[in-house]
């Protein structure tokens, strides 16, 4: 994608002229709600066909082209440039388009009722999979209901798979237990599946996604039973059967997050995995961004060995937090969405900084009482550069 990052001085029609694209487009596609008021290092998604690049000092054609996965020879001619060695920095240079790669994408929505169809019909066209998050088990294998028939008609209109996410946890229990309860026996385990398996029949769920977290370590064999069982019931169905797994660095790291998640049992049982690869910045911790893209790595280094690199599918979050300072241990970041973020720092009137070694923005301000905060969030950077981990991992998808 084409991005340019707000310099002092720029307006929305300087913008506009650079690139010849009109405000209007450059406006929807940013969901600019305060278009006159642009904050210097706020990240803008430039809405044209063409790819560009800004040479910086030190680069050659030859590491350009092979940045972008093309050629030399054609950057040249797209550019119709005669001289290779006449590149200099800050020349922009067009990039050849090439085909995109197709991935899997799926995308969790926790608005349900008739919330959910205005958002699904609008990104559907991106979407392989939705999952109205979500059916919680009960200690006798029952589930908790939720309004999720608007979401799911909404994906069948977009060509979506609508996927039956269930869990164990909510925002103010661990769930750990009630896990126990249930994987620990194999009756309730077996209730608990036939009435999943009556509730995508009736509701025309045409997946199960598995997302139970704060599982006991010593249930982690009772898991991956749970899993089996599972795709022994729902694949004869023709049902996929997926799981969401904790951002794990190696077989060896414990604790309640990550003992009872199984890299390779689950790799080797279900169809995909979704790795959530995010919650790093969270609620009640300090401030940091929320998918540092060196963590990432780490994860995904170790689960490519254990897992087929093709059913790894991984976590993107669409939120950040706003921290008020000086950070307090038991004490509650705001979730915002990314959009949210940038008017507060126009509102404000702080500059957005980016932080290399994570790829994420960020900013600080003064509230109304005087407060410092600090705000991470994603933007189209950090969210490029996480999808081109994509390619290089060889990934199904996020």
Do not use: C
Request: no cysteine; aromatic share 10%.
């Amino acid at each position: 994608m084409l991005i340019h990052v707000v310099k002092s001085g720029d307006t929305l029609y300087r913008i506009s002229r650079l690139y010849g694209v009109s405000m209007s487009s450059i406006i929807n596609v940013n969901q600019l709600s305060m278009p006159d008021r642009l904050v210097i290092g706020q990240a803008l998604v430039i809405p044209t066909g063409d790819a560009y690049h800004t040479v910086r000092a030190g680069e050659s054609l030859w590491s350009i082209a092979q940045a972008y996965g093309t050629t030399v020879q054609a950057i040249l001619q797209v550019n119709e440039i005669a001289n290779p060695n006449l590149i200099y920095p800050g020349m922009v240079l067009r990039i050849p388009s090439k085909p995109r790669p197709v991935i899997d994408v799926n995308g969790y929505i926790y608005r349900l009722g008739s919330a959910a169809s205005p958002i699904i019909r609008e990104v559907g066209q991106y979407l392989t999979y939705v999952a109205p998050f979500a059916y919680r088990i009960r200690e006798d294998g029952s589930l908790e209901t939720i309004d999720d028939n608007p979401a799911i008609n909404a994906a069948y209109s977009v060509n979506a798979v609508p996927l039956m996410a269930i869990t164990n946890f909510t925002s103010t229990e661990l769930g750990e237990n009630l896990a126990h309860i249930v994987l620990s026996n194999l009756q309730i385990v077996d209730r608990l599946l036939t009435n999943i398996i009556n509730i995508m029949r009736q509701k025309g769920y045409l997946g199960l996604n598995i997302d139970f977290e704060n599982v006991l370590p010593e249930d982690r064999e009772n898991y991956n039973r749970f899993i089996r069982l599972a795709v022994e019931r729902l694949h004869p169905l023709g049902y996929s059967v997926s799981s969401a797994l904790a951002p794990k660095t190696s077989a060896e790291q414990s604790g309640l997050l990550y003992t009872a998640h199984d890299y390779p049992a689950h790799g080797a049982t279900l169809d995909f995995i979704i790795l959530m690869t995010y919650e790093w910045g969270y609620t009640y911790g300090p401030p940091m961004a929320v998918a540092p893209i060196d963590q990432v790595r780490r994860v995904l280094d170790y689960a490519v060995t254990v897992i087929p690199p093709g059913k790894i599918m991984m976590g993107m979050p669409n939120y950040g937090y706003d921290w008020t300072l000086p950070f307090v241990e038991g004490s509650a970041a705001r979730v915002v969405s990314n959009v949210e973020a940038v008017d507060i720092a126009a509102r404000y009137g702080a500059e957005i900084r980016y932080d290399e070694r994570s790829q994420a923005p960020f900013f600080n301000y003064f509230d109304e009482e005087g407060r410092r905060h600090e705000v991470w969030f994603d933007d189209a950077r950090s969210i490029r550069a996480r999808l081109r981990l994509i390619a290089e991992y060889g990934l199904a998808g996020l």
